[in-house]
């Protein structure tokens, strides 16, 4: 009788140590950390992006992980069955899921595509601006299998035009370089018109922040919308307008952007031109504190203050200075309220917890000699998934006082 051998494993397999966190990766925690994987001659010697099989310290199998020895995230859960293949077809499965999803929630494909851990592609992020895709692959598997990512988001979405961004903060942590390109199509001759919340956004798409736009504030851009109709809307940390022209689509009187980028606030002035409202749109360039701190010295008065500035705590490491910056936005921003007025503060920092961050705001606020009530608390639209066991993908905090007299 003829001996039928198994076949050989898809992938290498690495092991968790005994100490690591078996549970909490079986339950649906996507990272393997450094210190809890055993690192032996071969496992250091994978190339950043390697396809494994992850086991537990007994060697039951555990799914398929992508590895990357030059990052703290040493591997990322691609996927619980160990017998998943991760090619083309497994991707375009994934986006074709999250295109699902977005389109229950938007007539027009204008949202955040992928958002990473949370739809099932680690350290993926696409934003999609119409026929215009952004991909930033932030983790070194995207990076190596960028091309099957690339035509798998074209058939699944159709989409022409496909800019890789390869930059920021993430892409350095795992060990990537920067660089943007064109995957496919022709990149937009100039800022891509973005429709959202009846205002008009200009995305920069090759040159600006990020992708070019903030899909995450949607909702909360709305609500503030709400609250500014009629009166005067203060916008700090503007980029390219975003609470302040959903203001004006909402009815504000007027509103004053404020911005440390000059190009930032020229797409901010396209988008008000293109909505027709340019004449109550007005803009002041320079660091925000120094603005805040002048506006106050003049006695200027807004019925809605909105500061939504970059991630003041990228890590745990800069919280404590992180707090102290969150808290003196507060204290500048609070006596630019009109009485009865409303004070807008939000954090995009995930080392900084709501608790900690509305603490630290409410501090400035009460050091400014102002008070009043949290009406409203807001995160990311719904296009920006949370993965209820990774507390870094909700991130986005946005906090609504009405201050008192």
């Given at each position: 009788?003829t001996?039928?051998?198994?076949?050989?494993?898809?992938?290498?397999?690495?092991?968790?140590t005994?100490?690591?966190?078996?549970?909490?990766?079986?339950?649906?925690?996507?990272?393997v950390?450094?210190?809890?994987?055993?690192?032996?001659?071969?496992?250091?010697?994978?190339?950043?992006?390697?396809?494994?099989l992850?086991?537990?310290?007994?060697?039951?199998?555990?799914?398929?992980?992508?590895?990357?020895?030059?990052?703290?995230?040493?591997?990322?859960?691609?996927?619980?069955?160990?017998?998943?293949v991760?090619?083309?077809?497994?991707?375009?499965?994934?986006?074709?899921?999250?295109?699902?999803?977005?389109?229950?929630?938007y007539d027009?494909?204008?949202y955040r595509l992928?958002?990473?851990?949370?739809?099932?592609?680690?350290?993926?992020?696409?934003?999609?601006?119409?026929?215009v895709?952004?991909?930033?692959?932030?983790?070194?598997w995207?990076?190596?299998?960028?091309?099957?990512?690339?035509?798998?988001?074209?058939?699944?979405?159709?989409?022409?035009?496909?800019?890789?961004?390869?930059?920021?903060?993430?892409?350095?942590?795992?060990?990537?370089?920067?660089?943007?390109?064109?995957?496919?199509?022709?990149?937009?001759?100039?800022?891509?018109?973005?429709?959202?919340?009846?205002?008009?956004?200009?995305?920069?798409?090759?040159?600006?922040?990020?992708?070019?736009?903030?899909?995450?504030?949607?909702?909360n851009?709305?609500?503030?919308?709400?609250?500014?109709?009629?009166?005067?809307?203060?916008?700090?940390?503007?980029?390219?307008?975003?609470f302040?022209?959903?203001?004006?689509a909402?009815?504000?009187?007027?509103?004053?952007a404020?911005?440390?980028?000059?190009?930032?606030?020229?797409l901010a002035?396209?988008?008000?031109?293109?909505m027709?409202?340019?004449?109550?749109?007005?803009?002041?360039?320079?660091?925000?504190?120094?603005?805040l701190?002048?506006?106050?010295?003049?006695?200027?008065?807004f019925?809605?203050?909105?500061?939504?500035?970059?991630?003041f705590?990228?890590?745990?490491?800069?919280?404590?200075?992180?707090?102290?910056?969150y808290e003196?936005?507060?204290?500048?921003?609070?006596?630019?309220?009109?009485?009865?007025?409303?004070l807008?503060?939000?954090?995009?920092?995930?080392?900084?917890?709501?608790?900690?961050?509305?603490?630290?705001?409410?501090?400035?606020?009460?050091?400014?000699?102002?008070?009043?009530p949290?009406?409203?608390?807001?995160?990311?639209?719904?296009d920006?998934?949370?993965?209820?066991?990774?507390?870094?993908?909700?991130?986005?905090?946005?906090?609504?006082?009405?201050?008192d007299?």
């Amino acid at each position: 009788m003829t001996e039928i051998s198994a076949p050989p494993p898809l992938y290498p397999t690495v092991r968790l140590t005994p100490k690591a966190e078996a549970r909490a990766i079986r339950h649906g925690f996507p990272w393997v950390y450094a210190g809890e994987l055993v690192l032996d001659r071969r496992t250091k010697a994978m190339a950043p992006g390697t396809l494994a099989l992850l086991e537990d310290a007994e060697r039951h199998p555990m799914g398929v992980v992508t590895v990357n020895p030059a990052s703290r995230i040493l591997c990322r859960m691609l996927d619980s069955d160990p017998g998943a293949v991760i090619d083309a077809a497994w991707i375009a499965a994934r986006i074709a899921r999250a295109l699902a999803h977005r389109d229950r929630l938007y007539d027009a494909p204008f949202y955040r595509l992928v958002h990473a851990e949370s739809d099932g592609l680690p350290g993926v992020i696409i934003d999609r601006f119409g026929d215009v895709a952004v991909i930033q692959p932030n983790a070194a598997w995207a990076e190596a299998l960028i091309g099957p990512l690339a035509a798998a988001l074209a058939a699944v979405t159709g989409v022409t035009t496909i800019i890789k961004n390869g930059s920021g903060r993430a892409r350095v942590l795992e060990g990537l370089s920067e660089e943007m390109a064109v995957l496919r199509g022709v990149a937009p001759a100039g800022p891509v018109a973005v429709p959202m919340n009846g205002a008009v956004y200009m995305a920069d798409l090759l040159g600006g922040q990020k992708t070019g736009l903030y899909f995450d504030q949607r909702p909360n851009h709305a609500f503030a919308a709400r609250l500014a109709q009629g009166g005067r809307m203060l916008d700090v940390f503007a980029h390219v307008g975003g609470f302040g022209l959903a203001a004006l689509a909402a009815g504000a009187a007027s509103v004053v952007a404020v911005d440390g980028s000059a190009p930032a606030l020229a797409l901010a002035g396209a988008g008000a031109a293109a909505m027709g409202v340019a004449e109550r749109f007005a803009t002041r360039q320079g660091d925000a504190f120094d603005v805040l701190a002048a506006l106050g010295a003049e006695g200027a008065q807004f019925e809605v203050v909105v500061c939504d500035p970059p991630a003041f705590a990228p890590s745990k490491q800069a919280l404590e200075a992180g707090l102290r910056a969150y808290e003196r936005v507060a204290r500048l921003a609070a006596p630019l309220v009109a009485p009865g007025g409303y004070l807008v503060l939000c954090s995009c920092s995930h080392a900084a917890d709501l608790a900690k961050f509305r603490n630290a705001s409410a501090r400035g606020i009460g050091r400014a000699g102002r008070r009043g009530p949290i009406i409203q608390t807001g995160f990311a639209g719904p296009d920006h998934p949370v993965l209820p066991q990774l507390a870094e993908s909700g991130y986005l905090k946005a906090l609504t006082f009405r201050l008192d007299g």
